[in-house]
Every structure is written in C-alpha cells, then in structure tokens.
C-alpha cells in the first residue's frame, strides 16, 4: 500500500514538477505569475489528442506535436501581448492581471473549438505493469518515464549548457545579467520557448495520467502547480522540480491510512495547500527562495 | 428580442450589478486603497451565503441574527487568512489568497453533513426535505413591495440592493476620508515610510482585509436571497474576476467608481447573450456562452493594455504597475 502511494506520488509530482519549472523559468525573467499556464497546457494536451485520435498517430508523435504547438503558442503570445506590456513597463499587476484575461481567453476558444466532452488518447487503461506491489497503468508508465526524463534533461541544460546559465543569471539579478552583456530578447524568447515545451509536455502527461480531461482541465492543474512553484521559492528552477515532487508526494502519502488514519482522498488538492501554508510560515521566502523584500 | 425589452430581464441584471458593486467595493477597498492582492474575495462571500444558511435551517435562527453572523463570519475568514499570509511577497500572497478561495469551495463541497454538499443548500435539511433559508426574507421582501407598491419582486430586490450598495459606498467614502484611510493610502505607496511615522502596517492592512471580506460577506447574503439555493459551484473563482474586472473598469483608488464599473460589467455581460448577430449567429447558443467569456477576458487584456487606470480613475492617484 505505502509503496504504491510512492509510486502514485511520483507519477502525479513529476508531471507538477514539469509544469512548475515552466512556470518559475518565465517568472524568473519576466517576474510574470503566469495564470494562463494550465490553459496553455490544456492546449498542448489537445493539440495531441487531435493528433493521437482522429489523426491516429502515435503517442510518441502526438505528444511531440502538442509540445511544439505550445511553443509557438507561448512564442506568438510574447510577440503579441506581453512585449508590448513589457515596452510599457507594465509591473507584477498589471502582468499577472492581462494573464487572467488571457486565461479565459484561451480556455473559452478551446471549448469552443473542441466541445466540452472528455477525451481521451489511444492508450490500454487495463494493461497494468506489476512490480512487486505495485501496479502500474500504461500510461502512468509511460508518464512518469518521460517526465523522468523530462526533468534530467531540464536539469542539466540549466547546469551544464551556456544557455542554461544565462537564464538562471538573468533569474538571479536581471539588470546585473544584461551589463554582463547578456542579450535579454533572445533569452525571454528561448524561457518561453521552454516554457511552451515544457507546458505542452505537462498536459499531455497529465491527460495521460488522468485519463480522460476536458478542455478546461488546465486551471485544476494549474492552482497544484502554482502551489509547488511557491514551495521551492518562485523563480527558482530547481526549487520547482523539489517542490513539483513534494506535492505530489504529499498528496498521495497523506491518505496512507499508516498516518494517522490517512486524510480522505477527496481532500488531496487541499493537503497541497495546507503544505504549503505551512511551509511559508516556516520559510515565507518558499524552500529554496531567498529572502528578499520586494 | 422579446427578453431583451422586457422590463423583468434589466431588472436582473440591476440586481446582480448590486450584488457585484458591494463585492468588488471590497476590493477596491482592499487594492484600491491598501495595495492588496487579495484574489480569494469569493470566498468570503460563499462563508457570508453558507454561515447564514446553515444557522437558519440547521439551528433555527432568525434571518435577522443570522445575516449579521454571516458578515462577522466573513470578516473573521479575513482574519484568518490574513494573519499568516500579509507578511508575504505580495506575489505569494496572490497565489495564496485563491489557493484559499478554493480551499473554501472544496470544503463547502465534501462537508455534506454541514452544508450540502455539491447538491447546495436544498440538502441541508433532513434527508428528503428541500431546505429553505429564505421564508423570512421572503415574507420581508413581500411586505417591501407591497410598502413601496412596486410591480415585481425583482423590483424590490433592485431597490432593496441598490440602497444598501449607496449606503456602504457612502459609509467607505467617509471612512477612507479619515485619518484611517489617508495612513492606508500612504502604506499603499510606501509601507516603510508609514512605518517609520510609527504606523502599524501590518494592523492596518490586516483591518482593510478582514473589512473588504465583510463587504464580500454581504454580497453573499443578497445572492443568497436573490437565488433562493446556491451551491459550492456558485463560488468558483470566475467571480472573484469579475470583481477585479469591475474595479478595474471603473477606476482604480475611488469609490464611486465601483458602481459605474459593475453597472457597465452588468451590460456587457447580460448583453451579450444576445449576440444575434453575425458573427455570433454562426455559433449554437451554447459556444455562445463561451464567446462572451472570450469577451470578457478581451475586455481584461484591452484595459490593461490601453487604460490601466480605469474609466473614471485618476492617473495621478493610481495607474495599474
């Protein structure tokens, strides 16, 4: 039992953890709490369904295709919205407010465009993988070894690669970055590339994970997420993979009826969030944040 | 047509841009004022609906007693959450304050021995029998419109709503005008320079919250009332950005421009249902109603793009940053 809700606690953390590095890389740069993000991962998870059902390609295809629309989708978006907030010197209101409105924006244009039923991909929900105790779905396997994937290739293009480097310096201290002689544009382009990537990525993991999703899926995802980008310090990228694994950890464990009796599970997205309460009051910077007045 | 001459349907949405002005009063209060981010108003709103409900069909209260409680209780939910989250970065406390919002719906949802559950209010009473919270207020709103001689229930509501949104926009006019609210103002612009003159902020970011969640509170009673049943889904964050909308469309830092902003979010809103136009009229009615979401989000991203301080706002008092 407990070694299952490990196994579940990873499946549902890994896909927060991907999304929650999307999340933090932007914010890192542009210091915009971006609510549109489940939206945009709605549509990656759509876009891959498009191809996955009535296209019939395979998973692997879809899923590379919905990952890529995002992108572009994150891409356009900068080029019309948030560089002519930027040019206006728009601060964290103004921001975080243009992206409520772009979130309804998006998530009305895709019910509109797909209809509000479920969908669901080309994937067996009865083949199971058992290990030992532990059962696994197809899709919860082919979740969470992407998503393991996903997060070692995230972690070391951010440790390793010069690009890496220039947006965890520009999330660090923007102005000191771009003396350094730094180019701002093309790192804004390249964070929200990989933010659109890796958006894509998390919606369609998380499709896969839940099974079957509505087009306005995106927002329940999007509060868990925000959640573990707040845990690891907003900004901070691998505070965002520590935190995304936490919840999702948390979440799964707190029903194991080994701890006290176990919480129900209806109340799960609610543990995530008496966590984090918690932990703020401890660290109100979040886990890897640094303190710092603003 | 027909619905949109009829006298019935403009009464409506009178009643609901009421509802929205005290709501969002809130939050101007709130933004407007103290420079919080709260995104979590609605929840304040659903603990006003739910406090009130619960202790008259559960414990037999009078609406009377009850409705007050219903406002404390909010005020208190300010309290609540206040207390751990207003030392926050104001980014955290922004994504904390709907992570609350939904914290109060999810609760509201599976509590079902308090509150009904996802069925709403008509399952708070014994199994089998709709409850009812609003026989008093009822009658109260009978013997108004008999009093006032006016046509239709919805013609009292209007005028029941609409004195009581003056009445608290008079009341946090004058208020905001003492010395309370000019050290608000001063800790919206600098809170350590307020702090050094030895004004506690943190008390009084803490009291424009725990006030803007009472106004919330209020709003919630005269939904309550308006609808006759409610449930968790009625409290879904949409609300809560609405009345940012609202407080953005009017101005942001005055008062009076609350009720202009909702009376003008109340037209776009109800008005575009009836979009019977091209383009509109190549979509069923059902995508229609997720057309006017796209407009209203369009209408968000418009203002804070073109006009960030509102229609009537005062750009040197305070532009949107």
Known sequence: ?294 | MSTLASAGFWEFVGVVAGIYTILALGIQLQFGFAGLLNFGQVAFMAIGAYTMAILVVKEGWSTWLAAPLGVAAAAVGGLVLGLPTLRLRSDYFAIVTIAFSEIVRYVAMNEDALTGGSQGTIALGPVGQAAQYNGQWAQFQHRMQAWLGLPSADATMLVIVWLAALALLASAWAVLRTPWGRVLRSIREDEDAAASLGKNAFAYKLQALALGAALAGVAGLFYAWQFSYFSPDDFAPLLTFFAWMIVLLGGLGRVFAVPVGAVVFGFIFAGTRFLGFAPFSWFASDQRAYLRLIIIGLVILALVVLRPQGLLGKREEMVLE
């Open chain 1, 1 to 294: 039992m407990f070694s299952q809700l490990v196994v579940n606690g990873l499946v549902t953390g890994s896909v927060y953890a991907i999304a929650a590095v999307g999340v933090s890389l932007v914010y890192g740069i542009l210091r915009l709490v971006n609510f549109a993000y489940g939206d945009m991962m709605a549509f990656g998870a759509l876009v891959a369904y498009g191809c996955n059902g009535p296209l019939r390609q395979s998973m692997v295809v879809a899923a590379l295709a919905g990952m890529a629309a995002t992108a572009l989708l994150a891409l356009a978006l900068d080029v019309a919205l948030w560089k002519p907030l930027r040019a206006r010197r728009a601060g964290f209101m103004s921001l975080f407010l243009a992206s409520i409105g772009l979130a309804l924006v998006l998530r009305q244009a895709l019910l509109l465009a797909a209809g509000p039923q479920p969908e669901a991909y080309r994937v067996d929900p009865y083949r199971v993988f058992v290990i030992g105790s532990v059962r696994l779905s197809e899709a919860q396997t082919i979740a969470v070894a992407t998503a393991a994937a996903a997060i070692v290739v995230v972690a070391l293009f951010l440790a390793r690669t010069t690009a890496g480097r220039v947006l965890r310096a520009m999330a660090d201290d923007r102005t000191l970055a771009a003396v350094a002689g730094i180019d701002v544009a093309r790192a804004t382009r390249l964070a929200w590339a990989i933010s659109g990537l890796l958006a894509g990525l998390a919606g369609v993991l998380a499709g896969l994970v839940e099974y079957s999703f509505t087009p306005d899926f995106g927002f329940q995802l999007l509060l868990p997420v925000f959640a573990a980008v707040v845990l690891g310090g907003i900004g901070s990228a691998y505070g965002a993979l520590a935190g995304g694994l936490a919840l999702g950890l948390a979440e799964e464990l707190s029903t194991w009826s080994g701890f006290a009796g176990g919480v129900d599970p209806v109340y799960k997205p609610v543990v995530a969030f008496v966590l984090l309460a918690l932990a703020l009051l401890l660290r109100p910077q979040g886990l890897f944040g640094r303190a710092r007045v603003a």
